[in-house]
């Protein structure tokens, strides 16, 4: 796992300063510690700091051809590079290294861009052709590793994460005040948007070529539409346990140690299950835990851990939970409100101590179908095709309402999604902030500035353009192409690799990914239960009672700590620290705090994500807008990240 990073003047041919692009790939030292490297070729530049995985000493990038004609930077694992390096070999090619990286660079030889089909893994990278004069953007298939670019006067910068563009001085810095919306929406801001106008986020499976003519952008990969048909339940099983070891068993290729991430739910276990097969020795699992026993999951952990013979390790966070919520701008570059990164950051910061690679469970829930969200709209489906429309269509306006206070709020959500529809009602079950109460939450300027938009229409679009049989397949497609990517995986990077410790997700092959979405809907949802075929095959490695228990979710005691411990600091931030009268209506804040402080718990979302809006608007934050309109800022080329306790492994 690595940084990358790069400038390129192609609208001016401006050569590219070495401070400058020493800056901003110095900003990325945490994701490759390990080394760094450079490559400059007048008005190109090209950064590279390492975290060394695969072929220690002789990985080291930027990486070329024999001739030096074509450059590469690259972040990421190409989990089939030994069966493209032989035939790389027979089809003459010289390789120096034993590195992924290079394996890519010939493939650019013989394919040209149609290269990236032929990569199987998580990967971020840029290639230049020096001959064609031309830059290749490229981010694997489901968006596992980032990867941003922005444009200014002189042309391209990117990076894998934001604070490298902000911090080049090279591009303007307009707060997207539709991304404001989005996040209050959506509890995070979907791509390719950002916070920033001018800066926005590579598509997962897409490409961009840069040369003379401009910017181009091409989709390389996307989910089909078909369903498998195989003649018995027992085939489907047998399909699936095949995917799933053939895809840890590739994810284990390493250089160095790894273990995994281990939370005591299905999917972190069916991972350390596989990989217990494949393993010469203990696998190295970690775990983190909390006080309040409703949000503690070690004892599952640990009864996994048992099982499979781990080498388990495993911590209660007792760090302030306050430090690392203060850091979280500088670990997102822009407001991210899930504060399950939080116990991501402190389990990959333990892990880190043991080893340098892990494999975790991110993906099983999104691939199949295991978040309660998809059970009850599928039981409000089944409703809309009994009940007559005539008497749900009453529902609309009366139960969409929120300030209704005549119905208790599940119920009054529930009574709202049915009447609309499927694909309204399920974007009304993710939504955080409707337009009524964004309205009343933005300031009068940001009302204006979003005068007809609607956050909304681009999901509309994914949902509606979705290939699938049946309404779940549909929302499982709008979820990868949303909240996996810029929530979920988003979390996980940037936490690890805070730490710099590389995290693989083997739920997330392709060819898995592929399978999961053309199952029939029986075998994804049964019996009030989700990922019905993953149970079942884990049912030969793990007691039934133990996959049938309720999901309790990586999350964090944030509506206690926020109205107890964390009151007075919460309160400062947002009332007296954060810059967010230009966006927030200040007398509206004052009432949503006042009301969740008195009771009203279910504004906890809507409140965490006005404090990550305002975390992120502080003076003190070096990357906001604000202060970088004034000047490319003193950027510190080194985090110190926030600590929590003494670690003890766990006797079995």
């Known amino acids: 796992m690595c ?8 609208k001016t041919g401006q050569v590219v300063e070495a401070n ?22 007048k008005d190109l530049g090209l950064g590279h700091r390492r975290l060394s995985i695969i072929d220690l000493e002789g990985g080291k990038q930027p990486m070329c051809n024999e001739d030096s004609s074509v450059w590469i930077i690259f972040n990421g694992e190409i989990y089939n590079y030994p069966e493209l390096r032989e035939q790389l070999l027979q089809r003459g090619h010289t390789l120096r290294t034993k590195s992924d990286t290079e394996a890519i660079v010939h493939l650019y030889e013989d394919f040209g861009e149609d290269c990236f089909e032929k990569l199987q893994g998580m990967f971020a990278l840029a290639l230049w052709d020096e001959r064609q004069r031309k830059l290749l953007l490229a981010r694997d298939r489901i968006g596992i590793k980032p990867l941003f670019y922005g444009q200014g ?15 080049s001085g090279l591009v303007d810095l307009a707060v997207d005040t539709t991304a ?85 739910g299905v999917d972190s276990s069916c991972v350390v299950a596989l990989m217990k097969e494949f393993a010469t020795e203990a696998v190295t699992t970690c775990s983190i835990g909390f006080g309040e026993e409703e949000y503690n999951e ?73 978040y309660s969200r998809y059970r009850r709209q599928h039981s409000l489906e089944r409703i809309r095709r009994t009940v007559p429309s005539a008497f749900l269509y009453p529902f609309r306006s009366w139960a969409g309402n929120r300030e209704n206070g005549a119905l208790p709020e599940r119920l009054r959500r529930a009574l709202h999604q049915a009447s609309v529809g499927a694909r309204d009602g399920y974007l009304h079950g993710i939504t955080i902030a409707d337009k009524a109460l964004r309205h009343r939450i933005f300031s009068s300027d940001l009302n204006r500035d979003l005068a007809g938009y609607d956050p909304l229409d681009a999901f509309r679009d994914l949902y509606d353009r979705a290939p699938g049989t049946d309404f779940l397949s549909r929302v499982l497609y709008l ?168 670690v003890t492994p766990i006797a079995l």
Not at 153 to 160: D, E, K, M, P
Not at 193 to 215: A, C, H, M
Not at 333 to 350: I, K, R
Request: include cysteine.
């Open 153 to 167: 006067n002189n042309g391209l910068v990117f990076a894998s994460e934001i604070k490298s563009i902000v911090a």
């Open 180 to 264: 404001i919306a989005d996040l209050f929406t959506f509890f995070y801001i979907p791509g390719p948007k950002t916070i920033y106008q001018n800066v926005r986020s590579l598509e997962p499976g897409s490409y961009l070529r840069v040369d003379s003519r401009g910017i181009f952008q091409r989709k390389y990969w996307d989910l089909q539409e078909g369903q498998l048909s195989l003649a018995s339940e027992e085939e489907y099983e047998q399909q699936l346990l095949a995917l799933l070891r053939q895809s840890v068993k590739s994810h284990l290729l390493s250089d160095v140690p790894l273990g995994a991430f281990l939370s005591g």
């Open 3 to 10: 940084g990358i990073s790069g400038i390129w003047n192609y």
């Open 298 to 370: 070690l004892p599952r952990a640990r009864f996994v851990a048992k099982t499979f013979s781990c080498s388990h390790h495993e911590q209660t966070i007792d760090a302030e939970p306050a430090q690392f919520l203060t850091e979280m701008p500088r670990f997102y570059d822009q407001p991210f409100p899930d504060h399950s990164s939080l116990p991501t950051y402190y389990v990959s910061q333990l892990a880190r101590r043991h080893v340098k690679v892990v494999l975790s469970g991110d993906g099983g829930d999104e691939t199949f179908a295991g």
């Open 20 to 41: 400058r692009l020493r800056l901003i790939t110095d900003l990325l030292a945490h994701r490759g510690p390990d080394g760094e490297g450079f490559y400059t070729s």
């Open 479 to 646: 979820d990868l192409k949303t909240y996996l990517v810029d929530d979920v995986l988003t979390k996980v990077d940037r936490a690890s690799m805070a730490n710099s410790l590389e995290v693989r997700v083997p739920l997330l092959d392709h060819h898995l990914v592929e399978f999961a979405h053309s199952l029939p809907l029986q075998l994804k949802l049964r019996d009030g239960k989700g990922k019905y075929l993953l149970r079942k095959v884990m049912r030969q490695f793990l007691p039934q009672d133990f996959l049938d228990a309720r999901k309790m979710g990586f999350r964090i005691p944030f509506v206690p700590w926020v109205r107890e411990s964390l009151r007075n600091w919460s309160e400062d931030i947002l009332f007296k620290e954060s810059q967010t009268s230009s966006f927030i209506d200040q007398a509206a804040l004052r009432e949503i705090w006042e009301n969740f402080q008195g009771g009203h718990i279910h504004l906890g979302d809507l409140m965490g994500i006005i404090l990550s809006f305002a975390l992120w608007s502080r003076p003190a934050n070096a990357f906001n807008s604000s202060a970088l309109l004034r000047g490319t800022p003193d950027v510190p080329t080194s985090h110190v990240w926030p600590q929590t306790g003494p």
